[in-house]
Nanobody, 127 residues
Framework: QVQLVESGGGLVQTGGSLRLSCAVS????????IGWFRQAPGKEREFVTA???????????EYADSVKDRFRISRDHAKNIIHVQMNSLKPEDTAVYYC?????????????????WGQGTQVTVSS
């Protein structure tokens, strides 16, 4: 069992920044890769970014084209928290953001591959 708790959402103006956090806990949680998805009203959940690691070292980060060069994912190893620094935010970034845990070897891009999800955190970008 893996527990995920997101935080850091809020209301920000266009061009502003927010940092989302996902606290990961539970047995064998280190064997899972962590991804972030978002879901806007009336839309499907879409991939945002993911961090894959092997043996405790960062292995690879992935980004959706829509957020590449604006978002950065990182891990606090000591606290086992995954952060997403979101810069140059746009109104189209408005959504509920979820972090999820997916087993190694499975696709981080597909939400139906994920085994565990957090409760989500709302991000609203005003124009």
């Amino acid at each position: 069992q893996v527990q995920l708790v997101e935080s850091g959402g809020g209301l920000v103006q266009t061009g502003g920044s927010l940092r989302l956090s996902c606290a990961v806990s539970g047995r064998a949680s280190s064997s899972y890769n962590i991804g972030w998805f978002r879901q806007a009203p009336g839309k499907e959940r879409e991939f945002v970014t993911a961090l894959l690691w092997n043996g405790g070292s960062v292995f690879l980060s992935e980004y959706a084209d829509s957020v590449k060069d604006r978002f950065r994912i990182s891990r606090d190893h000591a606290k086992n928290i995954i952060h997403v620094q979101m810069n140059s935010l746009k109104p189209e970034d408005t959504a509920v953001y979820y972090c999820g845990a997916v087993g190694s070897g499975r696709s981080v891009w597909l939400f139906n591959e994920y085994d565990y999800w957090g409760q989500g955190t709302q991000v609203t970008v005003s124009s």
